[in-house]
């Protein structure tokens, strides 16, 4: 009986399952060419993807759920898809150019996002930038609200200025990244002091920076630089994107898992060093750690051993290992100025020799993951291209040699008739001189047919 019921139970949960699945597609919307006329009238939050894309498969789910929780919140903000090769027009208006796409499309502006491909991260993404650009904070009471909500947020203090105006160009183009808000000089807590007025602050790791023209250049490469927090859990993806900053980024390589005093340790100092020297490192360093070191061993196509310190400047794609043991935050700082003063010599970077070694590790870590992953089809991909080219070789080679044996049997038949000429034309003078008659030339027979 139980075991009935048990099967009965399966199915329930299967249909419930298609059921939930497609309540939460109700609230996504499927575009097609119409889409381009309409879509003004709304703010769009939209995935252009591909039905053969894998990547897009698994981003089906996690929209669905995206779409849901937008409507329940009751956010202007739509969900929709579009099938970017069937109305590959449209797509290319919108510069899609790899799969998924996901764009906020907000009136003419289309906004790209590049994070993290999470519900709440996509979510979090539609509501930055569906709102305004600058978001005014009327009292103390809110700004206090924002600094516990937000990690890292922009803050212009002041009044209309030309630094305003520089302000909101910048939040227009990176308002995908961060938030930019402003305020009156009286709402800003006491504890805020920028020495002058008008200002642009930026409120991250329990602190706050001033922006200084003169020492930190276009604001917009300063937000670009200031718009992560200064220690964060590394990956590949957020390496990438640390790229734009400029700043060498010191990565602890651990194993989370390992519970040893040495990881432990290495881990607790580079958060030290973060935290304690800040303000001497925050405009050239970045810090943060990464569990394992396959993506490290990638990226510098060498072994790097676990625990240790790398430093890495992505936007050469030199690093620094290092020169000595860590046992303290001391340690740790000397390698770290060490490197700044140009003391630990650089390896790697982005010369020709170095694309070229790119090129071969590639080559070689795209087959042997083909081979780990699919040995059947491993073989396949190489072991049968590998089979034509052999006989096409064998077949070259073996016309090679019957053309060889022909020409030279050709050739030993041609000195021989040279050679039977050479002697005919050497017995002819002999026969001018003998005496016994001679025989008849040309001319003789010419003339006895006249006769």
Not at 34 to 40: A, Q, T, V
Not at 92 to 121: C, H, M, Q, W
Not at 143 to 157: K, Q
Not at 167 to 181: K, M, N, P, Q
Request: hydrophobic share 35%; net charge negative.
């Amino acid at each position: 009986m139980a075991a009935r019921t048990r099967g009965a139970a399966l199915p329930l949960c299967a249909a419930v399952f298609l059921l939930g699945m497609a309540f939460c597609k109700g609230f996504v919307e499927d575009l097609d060419e119409s889409f381009k006329d309409n879509r003004k009238d709304d703010i769009w939050l939209v995935d252009f993807y591909a039905p053969w894309c894998g990547h897009c498969k698994k981003l089906e789910p996690i929209w669905n759920e995206v779409g849901r929780e937008m409507r329940s919140i009751g956010s202007p903000v739509k969900v929709g898809k579009m099938d970017a090769t069937s109305y590959s027009s449209i797509a290319s208006e919108f510069g899609v150019r790899g799969y998924p796409t996901i764009k906020l499309l907000k009136g003419d502006l289309a906004y790209n996002y590049r994070g993290p491909r999470t519900k709440d991260d996509i979510i979090e993404f539609a509501h930055r930038v569906s709102g305004a650009l600058v978001r005014p904070l009327p009292s103390q009471q809110m700004f206090e609200h924002v600094r516990r909500r937000h990690r890292v947020f922009f803050l212009y203090i002041g009044g209309e200025s030309p630094l305003k105006e520089k302000y909101i160009d910048a939040a227009s183009e990176l308002i995908v990244y961060t938030y930019f808000f402003s305020a009156s000089e009286d709402v800003v807590p006491e504890y805020v002091t920028p020495k002058e007025m008008p200002a642009v602050l930026v409120f991250k790791d329990e602190t706050y920076f001033v922006y200084d023209e003169y020492e930190d250049g276009d604001l917009s490469s300063w937000i670009t630089r200031e718009r992560f927090q200064n220690y964060l859990a590394m990956d590949g993806f957020l390496l990438y994107e640390l790229g734009d900053t400029g700043k060498l980024v010191a990565i602890a390589i651990i194993d989370e898992k390992n519970t040893s005093v040495e990881h432990t340790r290495l881990k607790s100092v580079i958060q030290e060093v973060a935290r304690d020297y800040r303000d001497q490192f925050h405009r050239d360093f970045q810090f943060g750690h990464m569990d394992g070191n396959d993506y490290i061993n990638s990226l510098l196509m060498d072994e790097v051993k676990v625990p240790t310190v790398v430093v890495l400047n992505t936007s050469n794609q030199q690093y620094f290992l290092l020169d000595r043991p860590v046992t303290n935050t001391e340690d740790l700082v000397q390698f770290i100025r060490s490197v700044l003063d140009g003391s630990v010599e650089a390896q790697g970077g982005d010369s020709i020799f170095q694309r070229l070694k790119r090129m071969v590790f590639d080559a070689k870590s795209t087959v042997v993951s083909i081979f780990k992953s699919s040995p059947i089809m491993g073989c396949f991909l190489f072991g049968l291209p590998l089979g034509v080219i052999s006989i096409m070789c064998y077949g070259i080679y073996t016309a090679d040699t019957d053309g060889g044996y022909i020409e030279e049997r050709y050739e030993v038949s041609k000195s021989v008739i040279e050679s039977q000429g050479a002697t005919e034309e050497s017995s002819e003078p002999r026969s001018a001189h003998s005496p016994g008659p001679a025989g008849p030339g040309p001319k003789d027979v010419l003339e006895k047919k006249t006769d």
